[in-house]
């Protein structure tokens, strides 16, 4: 591909930020136009890629490098893979329909537009990126424009819940930052991710630091870095609350693509560069999972604000992803050389990140939709809006039992593989989180019973329907759960091999022989 | 007591007496006139010193130039105490403190 | 067969889609519809039953997989399995659905959602028909959480009432239970055997993929699935709740086929199972059985009687397939769909009519589902009361219907176990014991609706049989517990022995060393406990009847001092056991103050305290570092310091500069006089 199709995706909406801080200041339909171009472009970029891409093809495609500052050897690399692919398409998707979401805010919307278009443009770089520095930079550019439109154009805790997300996540950055370092200076002084993927983990296996192994070291820097951002339990305190606080479409975003720069960072860097740390950490990252799941689950059972309910889910679904990632150890020789358990576990975790994108994305979008009518989220607060809103209740059926893993819906599928993938090793884990089968189950359907069912509240007797712009936003995604429900198998090829090419890694790691 | 020492006693005692008009005198005429005073102390120094040193007319010569001198400062004295008239009314010196914050 | 296969999938899932996008603008609200998508199964199910009785071959089996995703190495398939099994199993859910699809087109005539039902039944129909042609474990499931799906949208279709939601909702979470087990099982049985097709994991057991103990627990695992599905003890409290649907709906899903799912999947993985678990399976099906009989007894609410008399009846099934008479099991599933559709359709139209009556009358308040406000119905309602009658018979066990059979051949089972292995004694005194009081509850709910005086007379005046669109299906079905159609072509009112035994024959367990016994052996000892079995059950029947004659009907006793003087066996019936009550006491509660306690620590002590104190003891840090350290001592002490001595020190020398040259040339002389003396010194 000579006309660098990935620095279009990367840029694009910065062009798009440019134009809107042109716009005059009255101009705000001109602007969310601009905006809905530039996602779209966007968006038909990612497709594209998607058509054009090799799913047979181990490692990197379309990539991009030049020389950036030279005297560090930093470079500005881009590159797809199957890993990656998934996740672009997402970003683009979600930014696409969040435009429209967005559509009502009248409170300053050239900021509002201009900052939504630089933080699709840091997530698309951060998905992008093959040079770690590059990594880091579009990790941390990422953070401002949500800092502000968190703290700016959030509910009534705003400020307190954007310096809450934005030191939280920073405290993570610097513990990355700080891993990079080492890995330059241990590795070759270099940044190059595919270079640092095949010497990390021997220059860094051999070295010990006060004492520690330097690899472990290293590995546990990074797993923080990411945990903060997936978030992991102790670290997901952040979460329910920036949600809660920040506007319907940041909140989309925030769950539908942020949570999955952890989890994508911990496979893209974590994993092949430090395999040995992978396997070290499997047990304890299968734990973390089960503790996700379950409390998560039962924090969300016990909300009253649907969106921190949402939120709290997310925690749970989240889990699901760390679980079946532990379960690249199955390919242990103890377990015969699982591979298929392995191939499961890895290949469903991925497809759990992209399926719960979208699904929670479904979900705030629905958040949103009765917060503009109702002007509150008191789960309690309602009741009966199946006889009133008949459209929105469907809509919001189908995105409650994806979430509470309905198979026929993309939830199952992947709940499913995860699970099966890390059975074989983990097998007392698994059982106890599949009770969070049951408690996802109870909470959605808890609430879904509250808010619509029984008798409608007197309060809500002309709460309008909802309208075709927010269809617009939800029907697509509609469409993804049900189909990737049906048949996942577009997705899964092209992650397999990437995927495949992953457990390699990890297999040729001689710690694995433990497992 | 040689002959110097008793003009430069008295040339101690002129520059003493100027010295006191100066920082006594309220008047700045009386003022000018310690300066005259002093200078003139001044003078018979050098006078003396001339005579009794030694040396050639060099202590004269100061010594005309020093009353050349102090004619000449008398006159911008005056001007001085006749501009101070002028702006402050008086020709007394310690009504003119502009110098203190 | 194969090309049949997709139509049982695609016409009723075509059929749900278009109900639920278009169903309102459509003429009649698009009832015809679904009809035709369920009649066209009907007309290829009768088809293929048919092609089955031409072939008569046990062993007829027809399969075709296709790959539904791979990743590398792990391909996942899934696919089709067509056997006798599956025809007749297809067959009996796409009649009992096009039965109570033309019944509910009377039944739900004026409700607002009137095409949203029809979506839903649709939406089952797909999903039961799933169920039964999946050859894996995989579809499997995702089928039967589909049915809870549409059990729970049905179950909650009148979801004003809250007691509705909460059935819908406790159903869905009940089965969801049984699930988590069944998941379980399936990880066990895909990780020790690679793959989800049951073909595959039969083989793999039997070349001992797994070891024998943890054979037992998958097995059991999996029948945790079926626990859930077919409301066994203990997880068979959402069944009763579920009557909150429409009527149509429980005779459909509640009685006829979901229900029977789990008893279906308990049959499919039948060789699996060893001994230990055949044993759980049986005692959880004896006690079911005995249990829900038992409650049954005492209900006055015409639906929950059936319900419970349900939840024994799928307790016979499961204790049949417990025994290894997993063949007699699935007969009396097929033949108890039949009649306990025919007994819920009567109720409903009993229901309807009292329903319509009451609206007459203006009376809002009184039940038309309890029993103790019915009576004399039999007069105005005479079909409803003979077809009643008739399944009631077959229910009851009484020569001649269909009933009698199936459960003669469960009962021969269960006394043949017991006689093989003497301490399992207990397990065919429930069975006659649940046969007793079968009989007994069903002709008290018959004496109680159809006989006697109804509590208000008014009421009975208004009372009206049903349209034709319900009496048709209650005569179809009614037809259908006769005997004679499940022993064609002999006539035998004693025996069994018919086209159902000749296709469905037992297979050999697959479990390895020969723990189980074989098929052979079984039939062979079922045989020869065929005649006492069918003696005994004669006799409970008939005594069963007596009691209710003599009590309900002669009312020779009274009820209600009966119940006086079993004070507390009545209480226990009447209140269920209390099971709900336990529940809710020892596991719902709990768990929702636990999930309180976690959202509160999690909140309000981790968040606020722990992971804020990480802020707060930055900012007094900061505070200590930037205000008392910084500003307090550096910049204030030391930096201003040393501008603040400077200031004191012009301050205290302020007072020397007076403006007066002469001050200054005082000081001036004292310095030169100080310069003198330091000189001089």
Redesign the interface.
Known sequence: MDWNILSWLVWLPVIGAGLIVLVPRDKGDTMKWIAAAATAFQLIFAVLLWSQFDSSHVGFQFQEKMSWIASFNIQYYLGVDGLSLPMVLLTALLSFLCVFVSWKIDKAPKGYFALFLLLDAGMMGVFLSLDFFLFYVFWEVMLLPMYFLIGMWGGPQREYAAI?FF??TLAGSVLMLVAILALYFTCGHTFDMTVLMAQANDGLGSMTWWGFNALKVVWIMLFIAFAIKVPVF?FH??L??AHVEAPTAVSVILAGVLLKMGTYGMLRISYPMLPDGAIWFAGALALLALINII?GA??A???TDLKKMVA?SSVSHMGYVLLGMAAVVAAGAKNGG????A??GM?GAVLQMFNHGTITAMLFILVGVIYDRAHHRNIDGFG?L??RMPIYT?VVALAF?AGLG???LSG?ISE?MC??GA??VFKTI??IS??G???N??YF??AF?RM?????NEKYVDLPEINKRELFTLIPLAVLVILLGI???PV??VM??T??HLIQIIQQSSLLAAF | MNDLNIYLTVGAILFSLGLYGVITRRNGVAVLMGVELILNSANVNFVAFARFGGMNLSGHIFAMFVIILAAAEAAVALAIIINLYNKFGTVNVDDARSLKQ | MMTFAPYFLILPLAAFAIQIFFGKRLPRKGDWVSITAVGTTLCLAIAMFVMMLFLYEPGAKAEQSFEWFNLGELSVKIGVLIDNVTVIMLLVVALVSGLVHLYSVGYMKDDPRYSRYFGYLSLFTFSMNGIILSNNLLSIYMFWELVGLSSYLLIGFWFEKDSAANASKKAFLVNRVGDIGMFIGIMLFFTATGSFLFSDIFAGVAAGALPLPLLTVAGLCLFAGAIGKSAQVPLHVWLPDAMEGPTPVSALIHAATMVAAGVYLTFRMFPLFTPEALTVIAYVGGVTAIFAAIIAVTQNDIKRVLAYSTVSQLGYMVMAIGTGAYVAGFFHLTTHAAFKAALFLCSGSVIHAMHHAYHKLGDHDSDPQDMRNMGGMKSKMKITFLTMFMATLALSGVPFMSGFLSKDAILAGTLSFATHHPEHFLLPLFGFGAALLTAFYMFRLIFMTFYGKPAKQEVLDNIHESPATMTTPLIVLATLSIFIVYTLPYINPFSDHGWFTDLIVATNSVVPQHVNPSAHEIAEGIHHAHLPAMIISLIVAFTGIALAVVIYLKKKFSAEKLAKNLALPYKLSFNKFFVDEIYDRFLINPTIKLAKAVGFFDWEIYDKYFINGFGRITERLSRFIGITMDYDVLDQQIVDGVGKSTRFFGGALKFIQTGKIQNYLVWVLGGIIIIFIIQAM
């Open positions: 809450k030191l939280y102790p305190t952040w329910p609350l409390w039962l924090c059972l016990a909300q709290y699982n591979v298929l358990a191939e499961a290949n009966g199946g006889a469907g039992f309905l198979p026929g199952f499913a699970f099966i059975f074989p698994v059982i599949t009770l089968i049951l408690l189950a109870a359907l808890w019973q619509f069912l029984g008798k409608l048949y996942p198998a899964l090829d397999k091999v995927m495949g």
